[in-house]
């Protein structure tokens, strides 16, 4: 299994996640479309927060089900928090803010969460 680092923009939050990234998901939904991250789920229990998590932010809206984690320096959104269907912990990777990633050789998924 690979372990990734990643950080934000300024580098104040930084992390790594452990597996193999084989897509990502663009999403449209309001947020997703204006952040324009890529999308990599991963089980929560993966991610290792190198940063204590009281230097993040934290953004909810709508059903407020979706922790988007952002750094309040730089704004830069490197992950989010959430439920997979089945219930269990999954951390949401922007694949931009893993270091050495060659974006151009991950298959991107579209998703239509403007309309759900």
Same mark, same amino acid.
């Given at each position: 299994m690979t372990t990734h680092q990643g950080s934000c923009h300024c580098g104040r *939050?930084?992390?790594? *996640?452990? #597996?193999?990234?084989? +897509? %990502? $998901? +663009? =999403? &449209? =939904? /309001?947020i997703c479309e204006r952040k324009g991250s890529l999308l990599w789920f991963a089980p929560? !229990? +993966?991610?290792?927060?190198? @940063?204590?998590? /009281?230097? $993040?932010? &934290?953004? @909810?809206?709508?059903?407020?089900?979706?922790q988007h984690r952002f750094c309040p320096n730089c704004g830069i959104h490197p992950y #989010?928090? #959430?439920k997979a269907p089945n219930g269990d912990a999954v %951390? !949401? *990777?922007n694949i931009r803010c893993i270091? #050495?990633?060659?974006? !151009? !050789?991950v298959p991107v998924q579209h998703y239509d969460g403007r309309s759900k």
């Open positions: *939050v930084k992390f790594e *996640v452990d #597996g193999e990234i084989d +897509s %990502a $998901l +663009s =999403c &449209n =939904c /309001s929560r !229990a +993966s991610l290792r927060l190198l @940063t204590p998590e /009281s230097e $993040l932010a &934290n953004y @909810t809206f709508n059903k407020h089900v979706i #989010g928090e #959430g %951390a !949401a *990777v270091e #050495g990633i060659d974006l !151009a !050789a």
